[in-house]
């Protein structure tokens, strides 16, 4: 696929990165060791008109400027800057478009990092994410719950419903601008789903969530209104941007993460680039857990510690693993069922073992049976 005459290239900047400064390579047409690197970004706006060149310009370079002036990864991780996806007459052909190239990306084992403008690009990442995996773990990480059938900027209405969905996650929906009957339907379809308030009384606990997702859709918008003026229609009482950033290191940690989108940065208002130097550093902390991952697989081997608990005398008994490598948790779903169903490993804490030992079953659990018995 020929890639140099689909983007506006990136500008060169000139910039040496010092030993301790991140270095990415910006994409310069060509692209015959796009192989050797591990991540690419790749901006994609909708804006049109006459300024449209200029704002292509302002939309990637604030964020590459910005990247290129923190401190280099610890893992080594290799970036290429693809630059802006050049926009098609409508939104429905440069999704398109983006498609392509994504499935491009992914088939060179390169992750793709799409920083948009709008979240119907959502939408896109998961059709190309599904030409790779047959159940798509998507976590969306949001300041409400949009499944307004007349609304067309809605793309969760669509992916719900998906039946290439394995688990939906939701993440940081604020319940006062939030309908009660789309948090049941949710729920009704065995989604994990936790509100702002949940979510900021124990972050981590946030994290097994994140562990095994495939596709992970990050709306600014659940970011508070304050400093990040480069954001349209947030509020107060969003995620601080510490917990952006927390959010972003463990879903890029997670063995299975596949491709990733960053949504709502309007670089018009971003006038002193305070947006931009949150987005950066919400990109960092996701590029630095990506190089930290670790691949946990076989719990058959001598790396787990299993634990067996018997919640009822008459309930089942659970059976958790910890990892003496990372010390993560699992708990076992539906454990006849292990030949064919590998998500019935499901991530958890040590607070859910500790659950199952005052008798309680923890809700993974409980969910994540509901959802193979589907």
């Excluded at 015959?32 to 292509?56: I, M, P, R, W």
């Excluded at 979510?199 to 097994?208: A, C, F, Q, T, W």
């Excluded at 073992?353 to 409980?366: C, F, N, Q, S, T």
Aim: hydrophobic content about 30%; proline content about 3%; overall charge negative.
């Amino acid at each position: 696929m020929k890639l140099d005459s689909l983007f506006e290239l990136p500008t060169p900047t000139g910039h040496s990165p010092e030993k301790d400064q991140l270095n990415i390579t910006d994409g310069q047409g060509d692209y015959s060791l796009l192989h050797t690197y591990d991540c690419a970004l790749l901006f994609v706006n909708t804006c049109k008109g006459q300024e449209e060149e200029h704002k292509n310009t302002a939309f990637q370079q604030n964020i590459t400027r910005t990247l290129q002036q923190m401190s280099a990864l610890s893992n080594n991780c290799k970036i290429i800057n693809l630059g802006t996806l050049k926009t098609k007459s409508s939104l429905s052909e440069t999704q398109e478009l983006l498609k392509k190239v994504t499935q491009y990306l992914l088939q060179e084992e390169v992750f793709p990092i799409v920083i948009g403008e709008t979240q119907a690009l959502n939408h896109t990442l998961f059709e190309a994410c599904a030409t790779t995996q047959k159940n798509i773990n998507l976590t969306v990480v949001d300041h409400h719950i949009n499944l307004d059938e007349n609304d067309s900027h809605s793309t969760l209405k669509t992916l719900v419903s998906d039946p290439r969905i394995g688990q939906l996650t939701h993440l940081g929906h604020q319940r006062f601008i939030t309908s009660p009957e789309y948090i049941t339907k949710l729920h009704e379809l065995h989604a994990e789903v936790r509100s702002i308030g949940i979510l900021r009384n124990d972050i981590k606990e946030i994290e097994p969530l994140l562990r095994n997702t495939h596709l992970l859709n990050f709306d600014l918008r659940s970011i508070r209104k304050g400093v990040a003026k480069g954001i349209y229609h947030n509020n107060i009482f969003g995620l601080t941007e510490e917990e952006a950033c927390q959010l972003c290191w463990y879903a890029g940690n997670g063995q299975y993460i596949t491709a990733a989108g960053f949504y709502g940065y309007h670089a018009e208002k971003d006038t002193e680039g305070d947006t931009a130097m949150l987005l950066s550093t919400m990109l960092w902390y996701f590029m630095e857990g990506y190089g930290q991952r670790i691949q946990e697989f076989s719990f058959s081997s001598n790396m787990y510690t299993k634990y067996i608990v018997p919640v009822t005398e008459q309930g089942p008994s659970l059976s958790f693993y910890k990892s003496k490598r990372s010390e993560r948790w699992w708990l076992v779903a539906g454990e006849e069922k292990l030949q064919t169903h590998h998500s019935t490993y499901i991530p958890c804490s040590y607070a859910d073992y500790e659950k199952a030992l005052e008798g309680e079953i923890p809700d993974r659990w409980v969910k994540a049976t509901n959802r193979i018995d589907c």
